[in-house]
């Protein structure tokens, strides 16, 4: 996908109020896990009223960080019985143990740390096996 350039602020309206800022902090709140600040990102906002876009890297940048942060905090709350091993997750979604690692790199499967280890949760990894199930339809998938 290509980065859109912005010039008038589809949120407010104003023309030619879009500015590219760069090296931004930003705070990210979730309601089930404390704030975290995320330093070194960049996009596209208006001068009028401050709304804006992250860039398609810093918006990747925060997925991958806020999903290690709640993963760093579920650990602690998150019970064995929960939590899947990563072959069961390739198992379950039928893709390979390192599609299912990337999934977690990339913030798109919600895992814990145990023992130095990411691993899967179980609620997370059925909620997406049903998504591949619809996807995958009759035919069996033979790679991408
Ligand atoms: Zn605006």
């Known amino acids: 996908m290509r980065e859109k350039k912005w010039i008038d ?7 030619k109020s879009m500015r590219v800022r760069k090296n931004l902090r930003e705070r990210v ?4 896990y404390p704030p975290l600040d995320i330093d070194g990102l960049d996009g596209q906002f208006c001068d009028v009223c401050d ?5 398609l890297k810093s918006e990747r940048k925060i997925e ?3 999903a290690e942060h709640m993963a760093k905090h579920d650990s602690m709350r998150v019970v064995a019985a929960e939590i899947a091993s990563v072959q069961e997750a390739a198992d379950a979604m039928q893709i390979t143990v390192q599609g299912v690692h990337k999934m977690m790199g990339e913030g798109r499967l919600k895992f814990v740390y145990a023992a ?16 591949s199930d619809r996807l995958l339809g009759s035919t069996s998938k033979s790679g991408t």
């Open 29 to 32: 709140h979730h309601p089930d």
């Open 116 to 131: 130095g280890r990411r691993l899967p949760i179980r609620e997370d990894v059925a909620a997406k096996a049903k998504k």
């Open 51 to 55: 709304d804006g876009f992250w860039s």
């Open 64 to 66: 991958r960080l806020l």
């Open 9 to 15: 602020c589809p949120v407010c309206g104003s023309k």
